[in-house]
């Protein structure tokens, strides 16, 4: 009995510690995408200590960069494009700047690009020769990042000895609750959405941001890397946009990007309509037509890849004009903030609008929040 009673008190005297020693965050982000790592840079450069979690093994989110057999790929965005000074300024400012300027150059086919813009004489684009993802690994440098910690609740909470303050717990798949008085959110729209629908309990103020976010539309994109064997003729064109395919938007021959000797690497990106009928179904169903349907245009020698890997975006891109004009910020009874930000809540698109909204949300959190 004594030693019973004695475990239950040091059990007891535990539990009271780890109250005392509550660890209140910050900031809180959530993604480590573009957007999430511009907000958490911006607000550490105002003198607060974002935490940043994101449910991957690396930072970027759709600026993805593979390394097949030790050869870049980036099977995500193929290119990194803006207008904004303060966007090209950070990019040619990050180590690994050295790019191909106006990549693409040489183009194939007359279909429409999923950002023309990019086009435009006012863009500038960059085509990495590290890869897309050596941008987002910039923005990384100096970040308290915690990958491979998916999200799965928000909960708005009393501070604990307080009856009127409230935070946010944020619930890990791990079981790990982390608290904090400001979360913001920087995954793609849906995935927003799905999280906070599930908030409990629920509040007005976050029901007046769901609307917004559902104007949000995003769209997917199945994805093929293609590697060809040694002596395979390159084709003539960096970026091909097949018109008549219903299947294929665009193929991109990602090889041409790298330096020395590469091998030849076709990144073949599916339709919208396509992807979203195929999204659900197994790689093999899909990818071995994306290639078949690549080889209409350019030839049989696309039917004969030696290594192929596949890829599920099934939240490639904001459907132009679909994007908000700035990232929102709700506050709640008892001081507790939430902000949300990404490619679809700024008017640039794409990863420019990315950045440039995690800049913006930044600043509207420090004025509303000083830093302690």
């Known amino acids: 009995m004594d030693k019973s009673f004695t475990l239950l008190r040091e059990l007891a005297f535990r539990l009271a510690q780890r109250h005392d020693a509550l660890v209140i965050h910050d ?31 690396g930072v ?10 030790g050869q870049p790929v980036d099977h995500g965005l193929a290119v990194l494009h803006g207008r904004s000074t303060r966007f090209l300024d950070e990019l040619v400012g990050a180590p690994d700047a050295a790019a191909i300027a106006d990549w693409p150059r040489a183009r194939a086919g007359t279909g429409v690009p999923c950002q023309p813009q990019s086009f435009d004489l ?13 941008f987002a690994r910039h923005l990384a440098l100096g970040l308290d990042v915690r ?24 619930g890990l798949a791990s079981g790990e609750r982390l608290t904090s008085k400001i979360v913001a959110l920087t995954m793609p729209a849906p995935s927003v959405l799905a999280l906070l629908r599930r908030v409990d309990p629920p509040d007005p103020a976050l029901a007046a941001l769901l609307p917004l976010l559902e104007l949000i539309r995003v769209l ?54 396509f992807s979203q009928a195929h999204l659900n179904g197994s790689p093999e169903s899909w990818t071995r037509g994306l290639i078949e349907e690549g080889a209409a245009p350019h030839g049989e020698w696309v039917r004969a890849p030696d290594l192929v890997q596949s890829h599920r975006w099934r939240d490639a891109r904001v459907a132009a004009g679909s994007e908000l004009a700035c990232p929102l910020v709700a506050g709640f009874d008892g001081g507790a903030v939430l902000g949300i930000a990404g490619d679809g809540l700024h008017a640039a698109g794409g990863v420019e609008g990315a950045y440039l909204s995690g800049i913006a949300l930044a600043a509207r959190l420090m004025d509303s929040s000083p830093a302690r």
Do not use: M, N
Request: glycine fraction near 8%; include cysteine; aromatic fraction near 4%.
């Open 122 to 134: 006012q863009d500038a684009r960059f085509a990495p020769a590290a890869g897309v993802s050596s």
């Open 27 to 57: 900031v809180v982000v959530v993604g480590a995408g573009i957007a999430g790592l511009s907000l958490a840079r911006a607000l550490r450069r105002g003198g607060r200590t974002p935490l940043v979690l994101d449910r991957a093994s």
């Open 220 to 273: 997917p994109c199945l994805t093929v890397i293609a590697r060809y064997p040694e002596g395979t003729p390159l084709p003539r064109w960096e970026a091909s946009y097949p018109r008549e395919s219903p299947v294929i938007h665009t193929i991109l021959h990602d090889s041409s990007k790298r330096a020395g000797t590469p091998r030849l690497v076709l990144v073949i990106q599916a339709r919208p309509r």
């Open 147 to 170: 990958l491979e910690s998916r999200v799965e609740s928000l909960t708005l909470a009393e501070l604990p000895g307080s009856h009127s303050a409230r935070v946010w717990e944020v």
């Open 60 to 69: 970027g989110g759709r600026c993805a960069t593979r390394r097949v057999e």
